[in-house]
């Protein structure tokens, strides 16, 4: 039986003021039955690694470099983040694809690096508007799948979570069909038993993300192939995110 696993991204919002009020809120007031993460900006990462010491609030950053150290103005290490308390990292982002061009190729080098640190991984696939409505949205995040998983045995793939998150989903309020979603979902559980095996497959959490709130997670949810959710806008207020969070499979 796969754990439902809800995180929360907050891109670039919220001062460390801001994080450590949310974070408050989120152990005062919810429950942790699910697996639930938290991924605020690098600068309020140290302030939340200490709030959530202890607790079940699980830290996780938005990105990281693909270098250990060295000559990367601007970059954070892995080594970095460890040394924050973060736990979990999501990489391959569709910001960080359309907008910082992140191909493939850094998202798999990222991933492997994460990897050797011991950061888990939240790896996101997903297909824009034209490509779903050009019919390639299985192509894409399978292809997508296999290149950023390029070289990962089937042991460390147990530290990694898919996310499917259509681009055209994102913080714009489209959110795929339950359906839709469970479709591309299935197609990824398949390519996974492709390249490793049954039981890889079988275990594997695969998120949605695009546009979940509280009024549409449980049909979400429900689907067979969703074992999770990742959070944009809905994950910036306790009153949004704790009843995603506790939301029960
Ligand atoms: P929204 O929930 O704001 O659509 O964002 C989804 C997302 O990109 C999470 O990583």
Redesign the pocket.
Known sequence: MRRSYMAG?WKMNNTRSEALALVKELLDNGSFKNKVLIAPSYTALDAVSKAVEGTELILGAQNMSTDESGAHTGEISPVMLKDLGVEVVILG???RRAIYGETDKIINIKVHLALKHKLDVIF?VGETLDEREGGLAEKIVTDQVVEGLKGISEDQLSAITI?Y?PVW????GKTATPEDADDIHKVIRTKIENIFSKNAADNVIIQY????KPANVKELMAKPNIDGA?????ALKAETFIPIMEYNK
């Open positions: 991204n982002h569709s910001e996101c996310a998150e989903a994102i913080g714009t993300g695009g546009s979940v990742l959070v944009g806008g809905a």
